[in-house]
C-alpha cells in the first residue's frame, strides 16, 4: 500500500525553527517527484515547494524562500522540509504529497499542524 | 489572493448534476494540460480526481470528469450524491513564479 506519513509538527515561537519528516513506502520513493502543500485551519491549500526524484532540482513558493529548505534521503524513503525564522503566517497542515510524472498529486499524507505561537 | 479563481459555494440536488469553475490565466490553466482536481472532506486530506485535465486516476467514480477551455478549467460532477459534499480544489502548473498553484477552493453543498 502507497504510505506517507508526516511528523515533526508542533508548536514554535515566531522566528524559531521546526523541522518536518515524512516516511514514504510502498513504492519506489526515488522515482516519485515530491511535494510539500500547506493548507492553513479553515482556509485552502497552498503548494509550498517541490523536489524532484534525485533532488537536484527544487522550488519554493515565494513566501517561503530563503527560510525553508527542501531534502529528501532515497535511501531512507524520507523526505524533510526544514523551516525557519517562523511566522504565525506558516501556521497550517502541512502535508507531504506525491506527484504524478505530469500533473496531478495522487498520495497524500495525513498533515502534520504546525502552530507558530508565542 | 489564490492565483487560480473558484466560486466560493456550488450547490445542488441528489442527481443533478454541478460544474465548478477554475478561472486562470494563459501562465498558468492556458499554458498547458497540467490543470488537476482534488476532493477534501472535513478532517481529512485532500484526494486526487482528476488529473492533466480530464483523466481520472483509478477508483474514481466516472460521476467526476473534467475539462478545460482557453484559461478557465471546469470539474463536472453527475447524479450528485450526499457524499459528494466536500471541498474541492483546482490545480495548475504555472510557468511564472511557483512551480504549482491552487484555487481557493469551492464548498459544495448537496441539498
Known amino acids: 500500500e502507497v504510505q506517507l506519513v508526516e511528523s515533526g509538527g508542533g508548536v514554535v515561537q515566531p522566528g524559531g525553527s521546526l523541522r518536518l519528516s515524512c516516511a514514504a513506502s510502498?513504492?519506489?520513493?526515488?522515482?516519485?517527484?515530491m511535494n510539500w502543500v500547506r493548507q492553513a485551519p479553515g482556509r485552502g491549500l497552498e503548494w509550498v515547494s517541490y523536489?524532484?526524484?534525485?533532488?537536484?532540482?527544487?522550488d519554493y513558493v515565494d513566501s517561503v524562500k530563503g527560510r525553508f529548505t527542501t531534502t529528501r534521503d532515497n535511501a531512507r524513503n524520507s523526505l524533510s522540509l526544514q523551516m525557519n525564522s517562523l511566522t504565525a503566517e506558516d501556521t497550517a497542515f502541512y502535508y507531504c504529497?506525491?506527484?504524478?510524472?505530469?500533473?496531478?498529486?495522487?498520495?497524500w499524507g495525513h498533515g502534520t499542524l504546525v502552530t507558530v505561537s508565542s | 489572493q489564490s492565483a487560480l479563481t473558484q466560486p466560493a459555494s456550488v450547490s445542488g440536488f441528489p442527481g443533478q448534476s454541478i460544474t465548478i469553475s477554475c478561472s486562470g490565466t494563459?501562465?498558468?490553466?492556458?499554458?498547458?494540460?497540467?490543470v488537476s482536481w482534488y476532493q477534501q472532506h472535513p478532517g481529512k486530506s485532500p484526494k486526487l480526481l482528476i488529473y492533466?485535465?480530464?483523466y481520472r486516476p483509478s477508483g474514481v467514480s466516472t460521476r467526476f470528469s473534467g475539462s478545460k477551455s482557453g484559461n478557465t478549467a471546469s470539474l463536472t460532477i453527475s447524479g450528485l450524491q450526499a457524499e459528494d459534499e466536500a471541498d474541492y480544489y483546482c490545480?495548475?502548473?504555472?510557468?511564472?513564479?511557483?512551480?504549482?498553484?491552487f484555487g481557493g477552493g469551492t464548498k459544495l453543498t448537496v441539498l
Open positions: 494563459f501562465s498558468d490553466i492556458g499554458a498547458s494540460n497540467l
Open positions: 492533466d485535465v480530464g
Open positions: 510502498g513504492f519506489t520513493f526515488s522515482n516519485y517527484e
Open positions: 523536489i524532484s526524484g534525485s533532488g537536484n532540482n527544487i
Open positions: 504529497a506525491r506527484e504524478l510524472p505530469t500533473s496531478g498529486f495522487d498520495c
Open positions: 490545480s495548475s502548473h504555472t510557468n511564472i513564479g511557483v512551480h504549482w498553484v
